[in-house]
């Protein structure tokens, strides 16, 4: 009898889409961010201000990974960028498959800056790669202070960890210093970033930060 590790060669196979995706946006001096995060994080709200302060220096389009709905989609198009929305039917978490679907309809010549949004999931996103340059979990203090060690292997494999609407951690009793001493005890390199739509400096500082991983992603794709 002869066992086949199905989930083994799903894997392998996405990650194989995921370099043709990278290799394609490389191509086109393209950044791409994946950013994930459960259902009322506020994914949205920030990729809305990252887009709002970076879009008249950069050309922004976005992938709105959904199970069904286009709302998010909407809200980016209200912006001005070109956004394709992505509905993943049953699936939890985008694939490479479907971002490389999804890259066929941008102009990938009149694009500087490719934001992802994944599908509201904190477990399915982690183990698919979609081509992304940089992949970002952001978490709410409304989640409570335990959901970190509840969902390590999202924070283990990213590159930037957000504690969203940090304006409320009182008011839901939550700790978010305990929150991001959580993330770094899981990944102690992992630069973390304490937010909320209400506070300009924390709003910079992730504008900032995806703005820098924009600039030296450039250099090295012209070398």
Not at 95 to 104: G, I, N, S, T
Request: with cysteine; net charge negative; charged share 30%.
């Amino acid at each position: 009898m002869h066992v086949i590790n199905m989930e083994h060669d799903v894997f392998k196979a996405n990650d194989k889409l995921a370099e043709k995706n990278i290799t394609k946006l490389d191509k086109y001096q393209v950044f791409s961010v994946n950013v994930m995060g459960a259902i009322g994080s506020g994914k949205t709200t920030l990729i809305e201000e990252a887009i709002k302060h970076l879009k008249d220096k950069y050309k922004i389009a976005v992938i709105a990974g959904d199970v069904v709905a286009e709302m998010d989609a909407s809200r980016f198009r209200k912006l001005g960028v070109p956004t394709i929305p992505v509905n993943t039917g049953k699936e939890c978490h985008l694939d490479a498959k479907l971002v490389e679907k999804a890259l066929d309809k941008i102009d990938l010549n009149n694009t500087d800056l490719l934001i992802i949004e994944n599908v509201g999931n904190l477990i399915c996103p982690v183990d698919f790669k979609l081509g992304e340059h940089l992949r970002i979990v952001i978490v709410s203090v409304t989640e409570g202070d335990d959901i970190i060690l509840k969902h390590p292997m999202i924070f283990k494999t990213s590159e930037l960890a957000v504690i969203n609407k940090v304006d409320v951690a009182h008011a839901v009793d939550v700790n978010a210093d305990k929150m991001r001493d959580d993330i770094l005890s899981l990944n102690p390199d992992i630069p973390v970033i304490l937010t909320s739509k209400h506070d300009l400096e924390s709003l910079k500082a992730w504008i900032s930060f995806i703005e820098l991983g924009l600039r030296r992603t450039r250099e090295a794709q012209r070398k």
